[in-house]
């Protein structure tokens, strides 16, 4: 039996000590426990009224898979699994504060994941709930309000969000132990990714592992990625999945997955372990909103312009929209808000200047924009189009958009 702890990424760990001491994490989560509590637990209720409540007779693979994983990492409290009509490739996982902790996978997941593929995501979800991952719901906690505005500072603010990052991490790694096939964690990203499961996917799936795999065993080997390497291109702008797998597989490569598994050998040790993990992680660090160049500067107006372009593209600028920027730039760019289409034209001029603007950092400012879309509780078609038109002027991927729309929807999927 693995102890999970000893899984957690370091990262994970650091930062969540630091932000459960935070008065501003505190207080947030009290008004988020405040709110929700005398309700009861609504969304199981949804799940039994619109999902199937899955049992050994109905899925004896799936309760077999579950069970393994639970036995695999000591994990003994009560779990209920759910399986909900949807299309998509998804998985989630939901605390219960009085009852089971409650699993939900999508129809299509059930339908093309291998039984390999099925254990690294039960895995992965039950990595949420051993870590306690839910003990600081995001992104409510780095958007809730009270009289005085937003609680958590802004600094607090992104470290949140890069915890939740280094979280999905320490899950992959739980999953990882769970399934013990680091090429089934793999391909079952890839699938997740590009929604596809047929065998064509194979070969390119090979050629992207081993794009990984040269980089995730050389963490020395490129200290400052470049946009003109074709090896990076696609983590400049596809942070997310691309960014997983190589932690994965540099998971693999550790000693504390070969004892974690019962296997004797020596592996990459749990400093150079973390030392690629942080390196992917500072690579999604918004670091343009705290440097004092010129070229931050540029970007952080076009944040803000960018932001108010958007959010008027659906309407009126909703004061939480302004609020998430307010978190992100601070209150000195939000004192004064232009009139929309001022907003729209300045921004155009701007953008015209970001072309030395690395594409990390043009893509980071995107993940950015759709935060402030995203603020109100609704993405508005017009919003998504704007972003997309955005996107394509600056240069960046429009996938960027939808998937960290959806990771904005489901943080700790």
Not at 8 to 22: C, E, M, N
Not at 95 to 120: D, M, Q, W, Y
Not at 280 to 285: A, E, G, R, S, Y
Not at 372 to 396: K, S
Request: aromatic share 6%; net charge negative.
């Amino acid at each position: 039996m693995a102890d999970p702890k000893k899984l957690q990424a370091r990262k994970d760990r650091t930062l969540r000590d630091s932000l459960s001491a935070d008065k501003g994490v505190v207080r947030a989560v009290e008004k988020i426990t405040q709110y929700s509590s005398g309700y009861g637990f609504g969304a199981r209720r949804r799940l039994l009224t619109g999902a199937l409540r899955l049992t050994r007779g109905m899925s004896p693979e799936i309760a077999d898979a579950l069970a393994a994983c639970k036995e695999m990492i000591g994990y003994g409290k009560p779990i209920e699994m759910y399986v909900k009509p949807d299309p998509m490739l998804n998985a989630f996982c939901m605390k219960n504060p009085s009852g089971p902790t409650i699993v939900v996978l999508s129809s299509r997941l059930l339908e093309v994941f291998s039984p390999a593929e099925l254990r690294f995501v039960i895995g992965h979800e039950l990595g949420h709930a051993s870590f306690d991952h839910f003990g600081i719901p995001m992104p409510h906690s780095a958007m809730i309000e009270d009289l005085a505005g937003t609680i958590v500072s802004r600094p607090v603010s992104l470290q949140l969000y890069i915890w939740c990052r280094a979280a999905e991490i320490s899950a992959d790694r739980i999953g990882l132990v769970c399934a013990q096939d680091p090429e089934a964690a793999a391909s079952g990203f890839f699938k997740l990714a590009s929604g596809l499961s047929s065998t064509r996917v194979k070969t390119d799936l090979e050629a992207y592992s081993k794009q990984v795999d040269s980089l995730a065993s050389t963490p020395e080997a490129r200290k400052e990625p470049r946009d003109d390497d074709d090896t990076l291109d696609c983590f400049s702008t596809h942070p997310y999945s691309p960014l997983r797998v190589r932690a994965v597989v540099a998971f693999s490569k550790s000693k504390t997955y070969l004892d974690a598994i019962g296997k004797s050998g020596s592996g990459i040790s749990d400093d150079d372990l973390e030392a690629v993990v942080d390196r992917d992680l500072d690579m999604m660090q918004p670091s343009y909103l705290e440097e004092k160049t010129v070229q931050s500067e540029l970007m952080r107006k076009a944040l803000f312009l960018g932001g108010l372009t958007i959010a008027a593209s659906s309407g009126d600028v909703d004061k939480n929209e302004v609020a998430a920027l307010t978190a992100l730039l601070g209150a000195d760019y939000t004192e004064k808000i232009p009139k929309p289409e001022d907003a729209k034209k300045e921004l155009e001029l701007l953008i015209a200047k970001t072309k030395e603007v690395p594409l990390v950092t043009r893509a980071q400012l995107i993940q950015h924009l759709t935060i402030i879309a995203a603020a109100d509780g609704i993405v508005d078609p017009n919003e998504v189009g704007e972003m997309h038109r955005i996107a394509q002027l600056l240069g960046v991927d429009s996938q960027v958009v939808e998937q960290t729309l959806a990771g904005a929807a489901s943080p700790m999927d």
